[in-house]
């Protein structure tokens, strides 16, 4: 038995429309995320796959899905339907939601150190100055690949953090799904329609 629903709104290809109604669901993967970024996809992929692999362990994810699909907990921070776009305004069991701090977020897409606070965050840099690294941004792409091994596993265990949210607010906190079940679809906003 399910419990509690929220409501999550994301905006969408409207190709997802042909998904939706042919498979009764709509599924995320890997080759629309690389789409979505274009040339830059390389540079971000290692990041989407530690976190779907991550998020995986909080609810589990069904065989076919490759990524979860970005949802904005609230309609003021929802991005608006432009051409070629619907948004899906959903309502959704909360078990299945997969919680995180989007501003936390932009730490493991530049695949730095996630500190726990600013006193974390000095300490490291600190930490980063006594070892003779200049830049936290090169242990993974840079002069210092393969340089660090230990401390690529810091970086890495550091960016758990981005399920822990220590301010819930509509502006940092996303919820994702790995899939937009048509039962939980409650309206599809088109361009030029008020959200």
């Not at 998020?55 to 991005?79: F, M, R």
């Not at 078990?95 to 000095?122: Q, T």
């Amino acid at each position: 038995m399910e419990g509690k629903v929220v409501r999550l709104y994301t905006r969408q290809n409207d190709k997802t429309l042909y998904q939706l109604k042919r498979d009764g669901r709509i599924i995320n993967q890997r080759v629309y995320v690389e789409m979505h970024f274009g040339d830059i996809a390389p540079l971000f992929m290692e990041s989407y796959d530690w976190f779907t692999k991550e998020a995986a362990k909080i609810v589990p994810k069904p065989e076919d899905v490759h990524a979860p699909i970005w949802c904005s907990i609230s309609v003021e921070n929802c991005l608006k339907p432009i051409e070629g776009t619907v948004v899906y305004e959903l309502e959704v069991p909360e078990e299945r939601v997969i919680y995180f701090d989007e501003a936390k977020w932009d730490y493991v897409l530049n695949r730095i150190y996630l500190p726990k606070d600013a006193k974390d965050g000095e300490r490291y840099k600190k930490y980063l100055k006594d070892i003779g690294v200049v830049n936290g941004f090169e242990f993974f792409q840079g002069r210092y690949k393969g340089m660090y091994p230990e401390e690529e596993e810091r970086i890495m265990d550091s960016w758990q953090r981005v399920f822990e949210i220590d301010n819930w607010t509509i502006f940092n906190v996303c919820g994702n799904l790995w899939e937009i079940r048509q039962e939980w679809v409650k309206r599809i906003v088109y361009p030029g329609e008020k959200l």
